[in-house]
């Protein structure tokens, strides 16, 4: 059963832009804080950018005034936007909750993953 959905992947040349998407359960969405994650080819899967349990925003550095992590409450979605887009952000890109926001069964939710690819 798949629990995240997520769209908007695709290919693009160096300088343009992306958004993707997932959207999930009422359920997992309330009670779970969502972050993006992505695995280049031949290297570690490593975190984009999240939404800390308190609301707060986190980004790697190398992502740090290009991407736009977000939420929509009503959609039970959560978005990355992705600028200005390099070479090095060519990836699998997958959307997780894995915070539980509250006291109860732990966040463990993983997408599918998402292709990236950035062209010169």
């Known amino acids: 059963q798949v629990q995240l959905v997520e769209s908007g992947g695709g290919s693009v040349q160096a300088g343009g832009s992306l958004k993707l998407s997932c959207v999930t359960s009422?359920?997992?969405?309330?009670?779970?804080?969502m972050g993006w994650y992505r695995q280049a080819p031949g290297k570690e899967r490593d975190l984009v950018s999240r939404?800390?349990?308190?609301?707060?925003?986190s980004y790697a550095d190398s992502v740090k005034g290009r991407f736009t992590i977000s939420q929509d409450n009503a959609k039970n979605a959560l978005y990355l936007q992705m600028s200005s887009l390099k070479t090095e952000d060519t990836a699998v890109y997958y959307c997780a909750a894995d915070r539980a926001k509250t006291w109860g069964p732990p966040c463990n939710y993983w997408g599918q993953g998402t292709q990236v690819t950035v062209s010169s």
């Open positions: 939404i800390r349990t308190d609301g707060t925003t």
């Open positions: 009422r359920y997992i969405f309330s009670r779970c804080a």
